[in-house]
């Protein structure tokens, strides 16, 4: 089992702009509306433990599994605490609220501690590549023999079936599959990425919902376990609205538009005299509105653009008429305007913008804690919001194998069986 880095956070205070909070301590009992439900986490980086995180943050009991040899890469991904030779900070958000328990997948005797945890547990996520889990003996199959309610959350690049299943598949491989990509970026250059590892989430936001169906499917309708398969770039194939349809019946093959939304007008992104704004009026009467708040009385009354489909034609005439209005105006006088005819339109937040903003403030989107040497660190607060039963960080993420005696004990391993365990280097 790795030594513990001396910065890794445990059972930090939390405090925001507007409250002070406190994290419940690691031995309290969770609360949330997921409290009582057991998690065991198999897998590394990013699809399988922002599932788990989620759950996590929602009162379920997450028993991350790490290899002693180093543990989760993610670890040392991005910007690191302390700069040279600390851990991620991205480790803070994704890991918290998970119990680290370190286990060598080689060793038999690790393997059955995972076996054991798994008779215990109402989830297992997994994002090992399809195949892995039962060449180790964990296979589905195995695990739910003593425990047939089992639910499994299986993610992988391109699912447990299909000619590709053997294939890597990362997130950014899925958006290209999923068709994502295709339209992402202006017609004249390359598709780009977005900045943030979109494939992944999308598809650890269909885990979620799958193993929150299947266990109402187990408890409500008298069901058994089953296993959840989700295929990163189905996930993001499943996000894609209409272009399936637009392509079976029309042969239309939807292309990148830049920042426009296509089909849909108007709604772009628009120049203003100190930077850009983002405007959405493209329902009816917000187009009405829009154009009757930037003096554009005819367009307003036209009836051709009453809706959408007559305006699609003039999507060139319209925002021509739009950028004329703003192209005087500063980004604070345009929304004012706006603001004031009720049409949605927005500035392009960088962070630096969302830690002063008053509406990130007022719902206490940033949340600050501190590590065990003072530092404070500041994490996204949990969402979605619960009236009655709300999640939150209850520790940040945990040091390498923290809770692997814990966890060990609590399966009915003595100090002297752990301590051989980890003399054999199987924790």
Not at 220 to 242: C, H, I, R, T, W
Request: aromatic share 6%.
């Amino acid at each position: 089992m790795s030594a513990a880095s001396p910065q890794s956070p445990q059972h930090p205070a939390a405090h925001d702009e507007g409250a002070t909070q406190h994290a419940t301590a690691a031995a309290g009992k969770p609360s949330g509306p997921l409290a009582g439900v057991k998690v065991l986490e198999l897998g590394t980086l990013i699809a399988g433990p922002f599932a788990a995180r989620l759950l996590g943050e929602f009162g379920a009991d997450v028993v991350k599994i790490e290899d002693p040899k180093g543990g989760d890469p993610l670890r040392k991904w991005r910007k690191l605490y302390p700069e040279v030779g600390g851990t991620s900070l991205w480790w803070a958000v994704q890991a918290r609220n998970k119990k680290s328990v370190t286990v060598n997948l080689k060793a038999e005797e690790g393997k059955e501690i995972v076996r054991r945890l798994a008779r215990e547990a109402d989830i297992v996520v997994e994002n090992f590549r399809p195949g892995l889990l039962e060449k180790l003996g964990l296979g589905y199959d195995v695990l739910c023999k003593n425990n047939p309610g089992l639910v499994m959350v299986r993610l992988s690049g391109y699912g447990q079936t299909g000619p590709y299943r053997d294939r890597p598949g990362f997130g950014a491989i899925a958006e290209s599959m999923g068709g994502l990509r295709h339209i992402t970026g202006y017609p004249d250059l390359p598709p780009p990425r977005i900045g943030i590892s979109i494939g992944d989430s999308i598809a650890a936001l269909h885990g979620v919902i799958g193993a929150l169906m299947a266990l109402h499917h187990r408890q409500v309708n008298g069901g058994k376990g089953q296993v959840v398969d989700v295929a990163l770039y189905e996930a993001v194939f499943n996000m894609m609205e209409s272009v399936v349809p637009e392509y079976g019946l029309y042969g239309m093959v939807r292309e990148r538009t830049g920042a426009s939304l296509p089909g849909i007008v108007p709604s772009n992104t628009y120049p203003c005299r100190d930077g850009s704004i983002v405007i959405g009026g493209n329902s009816d009467p917000i187009f009405r509105r829009l154009m009757l708040a930037i003096g554009r009385d005819d367009l307003a009354n036209d009836p051709a653009l009453a809706h959408n489909d007559g305006r699609v034609p003039r999507t060139a005439e319209i925002d021509g008429a739009i950028a004329a209005w703003l192209a005087s105006r500063t980004i604070d006088e345009a929304l004012a305007v706006l603001n004031e005819a009720e049409v949605p339109a927005g500035r392009i937040y960088s962070v630096a913008d969302m830690f002063t903003d008053p509406q990130y403030i007022a719902r206490q989107m940033i949340q600050r804690f501190k590590w065990q040497d003072g530092v404070e660190v500041a994490l996204p607060a949990v969402t979605p919001r619960f009236s009655e039963t709300p999640g939150e960080t209850r520790w940040l993420g945990p040091q390498l194998g923290e809770h692997t005696d814990e966890v060990l004990r609590g399966l009915g391993y003595d100090a002297n069986r752990i301590a051989q365990l980890r003399e054999r280097h199987v924790i």
